[in-house]
């Protein structure tokens, strides 16, 4: 009886990643390679190698999220750089006082072996306007244009952030002066 537990345990994870395509079911990540052990739990927190239901943890501030201009809230997996969108089931972990969001359970885990090495090269989006899919809106920050950001798009990594340009000629205006056109950080008077 318990080895046709296991079997019908099996048979039923396979099932979930086979409908979605061999990816993440919360997620649709499917590109680490611990995505398959994926936790199904909503709301976990690792940081400590217990797991927590969310409402037994403090809300902290995002460290990998971002919002797009039309209001959405988007977070870059540290670990994958997979972008996506901020739900009550993504998966996190805290770290240095902040929250940053996986794209599924299995990067927490390398995350947390050694969260310097991904924030060292984690950097978010600027200007995004809106995402459809997998497909990126961004506003130049140079001439104001809204654009589709493709794979050869040019952009410019400043303070944290990478800011795409709906041109060529508009990097060099960017990099030339990028305070000017840069996110400006607040300030507390």
Not at 69 to 88: A, I, Q, T, Y
Not at 163 to 176: E, G, L, R
Request: proline residues 6%; contains cysteine.
């Amino acid at each position: 009886m318990f080895r046709y537990l296991i079997v019908a345990g099996l048979l039923t994870i396979y099932s979930i990643f086979a409908v979605a395509g061999g990816q993440c079911p919360a997620t649709g990540c499917g590109g680490c390679p611990s995505s398959k052990k994926a936790n199904s739990e909503s709301k976990v927190q690792f940081n400590d190698g217990k797991v927590k239901k969310a409402e037994d943890v403090q809300t902290l501030p995002a460290g990998n999220v971002y919002r797009t201009l039309d209001g959405s809230e988007r977070f870059v997996c540290p670990v994958m750089g997979n972008h996506g969108n901020v739900k009550d089931a993504t998966s996190y972990s805290d770290v240095q006082g902040k929250r940053f969001y996986h794209c599924c359970a299995g990067c927490a885990e390398p995350f947390q072996k050694d969260p310097a090495k991904y924030l060292e090269k984690l950097s978010l989006p600027a200007f995004i306007v809106k995402v459809d899919g997998k497909t990126m809106w961004a506003k130049c920050p140079v001439s104001g244009e809204q654009f589709k950001v493709k794979k050869d798009s040019p952009f410019y990594v400043y303070e944290g952030h990478t800011y795409y340009f709906c041109c060529d000629d508009c990097k060099p205006a960017f990099v030339k002066n990028p305070s000017k056109f840069a996110i400006q950080k607040e300030t507390k008077s």
